[in-house]
């Protein structure tokens, strides 16, 4: 199983390198009225994608602290609830 991951990464990284090499034609972006960015296709793509990624975890933060939150809460409310047993003493004869 090991052995086909490696296969596997060494595959996506192989198609991501020829995909960058043969993507390097300039592009001109124009972000406002007389600003523009001019990067190879490869740089421009990367950096969007990184950004989307970027946006893409910001947008669970909240969700993922908010659960956090609540198994606190609730593993002290159950800690709470879960009281030791008492030891059973000797009936007096």
Do not use: D, H
């Amino acid at each position: 199983m090991t052995a086909l991951t490696w296969a596997l990464r060494f595959i996506i990284v192989s198609f991501l390198i020829v995909f960058a090499i043969q993507n390097t034609e300039l592009v001109i972006l124009r972000v406002m009225p007389g600003y523009f960015w001019e990067a190879p296709l490869v740089v421009v793509l990367l950096a969007f994608f990184a950004a989307g990624a970027v946006l893409g975890v910001l947008s669970v933060l909240g969700t993922i602290y908010r659960q956090r939150r609540e198994n606190l809460r609730l593993k002290r409310e159950l800690s709470k609830a879960v009281q030791p047993a008492k030891p059973l003493s000797a009936p007096n004869v």
